[in-house]
């Protein structure tokens, strides 16, 4: 089974509707983020959560909110969805990173692949 | 932010040696360079990084210019199953929500 998973992996919808995609992890990482990829554009930051309590708004979180209801799950809600939003959606996390050298890998999920029409 | 320029694509032939260029003039002293790879249909994947030293792992080796201005990543022996999108990403100490992905270089490894 795989460490990072996300649910859905497909999903198309219509503008206006809303729509939660799912990241559950069970490698114990603290922090969690959101990230999207649009072809030619890489992956761009949505949010991300150092901790429970802790949420912050990455480069492009407009249209976008999170909710981290444990450590091992982290969800991306868009409250209305747009067509500019079709996109892949990464899930990561991470550890803090202790010691000289560490700077805390990120571990990815596999992606959802939104459409929205 | 520090930002990272690469090649959009360079190809390879099976079994030889890869080396994917990267330049970050504006590097931070206290950055750390990254690299990591998005096989096809599936999320990105750490292969390495540095600070100052060359560093070697089981995946790759990483060559850091003296000014810290450039780094390679060296892929020894390329195969089929290398062929990915490449990225180059500076991040600060301690942490990852500054980690920048660009388009990167995609690489091709022909048989």
């Known amino acids: 089974d795989a460490d990072v998973t996300q649910t859905p992996r497909n999903r198309i919808t219509k503008t206006g509707k809303r729509i939660m995609l799912e990241c559950s992890q069970t490698k114990g990482h603290d922090r969690m983020y959101w990230y999207r990829q649009d072809p030619g554009l890489g992956l761009r930051l949505i949010y991300y959560?150092?901790?429970?309590?802790?949420?912050n708004k990455g480069e492009i979180s407009d249209g976008y909110s999170v909710s981290r209801q444990a450590q091992a799950k982290f969800s991306l809600s868009l409250e209305s969805a747009i067509p500019n939003q079709t996109a892949l959606y990464f899930c990561a996390t991470s550890v803090f990173p202790l010691g000289q050298g560490r700077t805390g890998e990120l571990f990815f999920g596999e992606g959802s692949r939104l459409t929205v029409l | 932010d520090a930002k990272t320029t690469q090649p959009n694509s360079m190809e390879s032939n099976e079994e030889e040696p890869v080396h994917l260029p990267c330049n970050h003039s504006t590097i931070s002293g206290t950055d750390y360079i990254h690299w990591y790879r998005q096989l096809p249909s599936q999320g990105p994947e750490y292969v390495i990084h540095g600070l100052t030293s060359n560093v070697n792992n089981r995946m790759a080796s990483l060559a850091i210019a003296e000014d810290r201005k450039s780094s390679t990543l060296i892929l020894h022996r390329a195969t089929l199953r290398d062929a990915a999108v490449y990225y180059c990403?500076?991040?600060?100490?301690?942490?990852?929500?500054?980690?920048?992905f660009g388009a990167g270089t995609r690489l091709t490894v022909k048989p």
């Open positions: 959560s150092f901790d429970v309590k802790d949420i």
């Open positions: 990403i500076l991040s600060r100490p301690y942490n990852n929500n500054d980690m920048r």
